[in-house]
């Protein structure tokens, strides 16, 4: 179901979305946990998209699809329980096989909780293979580009995993797959900070968030999780699938205060 | 933070909320899954009691909250991705330690998608004991008993678990704890419709799921789950701690048909 706003017509460069921090969903110390900030972020981007003629629901008619690439996060603090917030996106660049989107997310009172950035491909559902978006959207996407707004946080960038300890093996579960039978990938940000004993979030908060996803895994598949600390608290965290392809890789940044 | 209307004035008996079927929460058939729905039932009933003046964030300041007691929902069909969908409710009666609420989900076109039955107990925080709730509500709870709302589906019953084999153990992760500290009510639901293969929910579909909620689990618990098949298409599961106490048992029959 398409929503009657699935159609060009112009609109801000900038969509606002307003969301609310669940009772039943904050952890336990009354915050919005990062997984279910990220599934906001996503469909703050999928509104956004969608509103201004380029969303999943038309480019599925067209045989082809947003598939998210890269995701940075970095969190100042998080809403409480009962709290709104608003999820400001709007699109930084475009390139020949990928576009970056950006993310704000703020209070009523202009207050701010976190920066995002995001970086995306388009494939052909056929094919698997990315497509050129320049000559699809021109360089100028339409005039929803948007680089003048800040996104005041460093860009996603290589993350390297070496000499990590496998810490977990798991089959995919019905609850983590999406709707294109592969992985979710908030689903991948969820067991990645279940790595860490609860007790770890009494005394500290997630910082910075980022994840690389790199190849699609489906029910079947076997994922082992292998961690490195790389710094006073930092990780990085190898997601392969089968003992061969690396799926995902992501990395963590605690900071030493809830 | 209380919403503005977390105050005692005279509302409609039954409160309706819009809802939609997130892009990236559906499942691979496309269709909202029962936990997500299962949280939009604990909003919905949180956001009619909060409205009303008895709502947790109300009985956390003279020391009380609800309890979940018991769930059953009843699924016709599932919202689809992009969906909406609006959960009514209500309260059908209230006893000398628990309520009944009662649930519609409901299409815009008036389509039914699921019914669903709640009973919940008030405890004071201190004493964890249950509270008479009719001498604190009266026994038309305000005026907003509602009994004549049809509900057409069975009440939750008692769930015996007798030759069940262990099919999974696990301690409570970050992401399983609720605001209170204790295993998070719905992350239960996920749990045990995880036991099943996700290739049970290409020919199949949850057509009853219900929950007897008996105890609280917390990170450091050894949680074990027993499974048993109980008919062609049911099966019941009871979760124990530390090897003694059920935290809760749980029912899902499953509808042949996708």
Redesign the interface.
């Given at each position: 179901?398409?929503?009657p706003s699935d159609a060009n017509e112009k609109k801000e460069k900038i969509g606002r979305y307003p969301f609310m921090a669940?009772?039943?969903?904050?952890?336990?110390c009354?915050r919005l946990?990062v997984?279910i900030l990220g599934?906001q972020l996503?469909?703050a981007a999928?509104f956004h998209s969608k509103e201004r003629g380029f969303g999943?629901?038309t480019l599925q008619r067209e045989n082809r699809t947003w598939v998210l690439s890269r995701l940075a996060v970095e969190i100042r603090e998080m809403p409480?329980?009962?709290?709104s917030y608003t999820v400001e996106t709007w699109i930084e660049g475009i390139f020949r096989s990928f576009t970056s989107r950006n993310f704000c997310v703020c209070g009523s009172d202009g207050r701010i909780f976190a920066y995002a950035r995001s970086v995306w491909a388009m494939i052909d559902l056929a094919s698997r293979k990315a497509i050129d978006l320049v000559p699809l959207y021109g360089a100028d996407f339409s005039g929803y580009l948007c680089p003048e707004k800040p996104c005041p946080i460093g860009k996603p960038g290589r993350i390297a995993v070496k000499d990590a300890a496998e810490v977990l093996t798991l089959r995919?579960?019905?609850?983590d797959?999406?709707?294109?039978?592969h992985f979710?990938?908030?689903k991948y940000i969820?067991h990645v900070?279940?790595l860490?004993?609860?007790?770890?979030?009494r005394t500290s908060r997630v910082r910075r968030f980022e994840m690389a996803y790199m190849a699609e895994s489906y029910?079947g598949d076997e994922l082992a999780f292998r961690m490195e600390k790389t710094g006073e608290e930092a990780y990085n965290v190898e997601i392969r699938k089968n003992s061969s392809e690396a799926v995902c890789r992501c990395r963590v940044e605690f900071d030493g205060k809830a």
């Open positions: 179901m398409d929503s669940e009772p039943f969903q904050v952890d336990f009354g946990p997984p599934n996503l469909n999928d999943i629901p409480r329980q009962y709290e995919p579960a019905y609850s797959i999406d709707i294109n039978g979710n990938s908030i969820e900070l279940d860490f004993p609860p007790d770890r979030y029910p």
